[in-house]
């Protein structure tokens, strides 16, 4: 057969190859827009609800990003709980003029909520948004893995960096934290390798980086558009709920005790001070890595030029036992310092101290009465002038 023949041949099956190849990006592109278009038509029904999707994926937080009388809400289990007056609920039918999103679940750290920012970027630039930090989360040495890994979102992670929300320089330092939970990084070779050159900083390295950062481009783009699909099959179910079982364990379960255990039978008093529990808790606050991730998480703020709100839970009764206030009073001061480097206002709740009336024991969840003066504090933030 001669070569014009061959040539003959191919050219109907590279046609068909380039024409199919065609067809699957214009219906890949068409689903994306109609599922943005769908993300921002129902983002005041989805807004307050709390659902898998919404908080391992970015689509409905970048939505909701994009709406002006929407305020995104990040923290952790206390944000799920179903206490009455919890802020999802009170602003759900906006009675001042914007509704909260609340984005977060149990075991959500600082960490997690710097990936989920830094992979927005540019969305958050002028934006006010809100941070509500747990107290427990600087009373504990280090994160713990499993709560790091059932909260882990790999859009996120890789938006951030593969992104172009925030320097190199954070990238790296971001890159070294992460590098610290192996297990997360191991379910995507790309990613662990570019967290692995961002955190080298050698020249090598950095060509590496370079080689793989298209690739790094085309991963965030393809989660992009499974994000949107996954999108795209809730609100088009109607946002049907997820099963239980695919739900993370409450990790403050762990912090639970029963009633037979040796704390519970102590009867002394919570005003009896031990000067062992003081050195103890002083300890505690100065050993927690929640610090590093926490300034992080503030520098990733800052680079995005966002607008960011700390709330500060105060340490609850059964934190506070036999635990001087000049003790406790540690924490508050080196979270107002960190805050204050940064020109971020913050709400630490100081005078709830240890008050069993605005959180509940054990959960360090607020109560309806907690919840109405975060709400306080979010709408005032919201509603004041730039």
Known sequence: MSRAAIARTRTPHLSSALIACALTIAIMCGGRLLAIHLEQKTVHWIAPRDFFIKNQGLAFERAAAR????????????LID??????????????TGFQVCPVGKAGTTSLIILQKLGALGSELRGRKVAISLSASSFL????????????FSLPAASGILFGDGIDLNLKAAIAKRMLQFPDTLAEDGLLELGARCLASGRPVDRIVLMAIWPVGK????????????????YILGKGRTIPNWLRPIHPHKVHVRRASDADDQE?????????????????RIAAASEWTDL????????????????????????????????????????????????????????????????????????????????????DDFFRKAK
């Open 218 to 233: 085309l991963q965030n783009i393809m989660l992009d558009l499974q994000d949107h699909f996954e999108a795209l099959v």
């Open 67 to 78: 709406t002006p009388d929407i305020f995104l809400l990040y923290g952790s289990s206390e």
């Open 267 to 283: 009867t002394e008093s919570f005003d009896i001070i031990r000067p062992a529990r003081d050195a103890a808790f002083r300890a």
């Open 295 to 378: 300034e992080l998480l503030f520098r990733t703020l800052a680079e995005l030029k966002a607008e960011p709100l700390i709330l500060s839970m105060p340490i609850d009764a059964y934190a506070a036992r036999g635990v001087s206030r000049s003790a406790r009073e540690v924490y508050y001061e080196r979270m107002r310092e960190l805050a204050q480097r940064y020109h971020f206002p913050i709400i630490e709740f100081e005078q709830h101290d240890a008050d069993p009336a605005f959180l509940i024991a054990h959960r360090e969840h607020p109560t309806p009465r907690g919840w109405m003066v975060y709400n306080r504090a979010l």
């Open 140 to 151: 504990t040495p280090a994160l713990r893995p499993e709560f790091y890994a059932g909260n």
């Open 82 to 95: 179903p206490i009455p007056n919890r802020a999802s609920d009170f602003f759900s039918s906006a009675p």
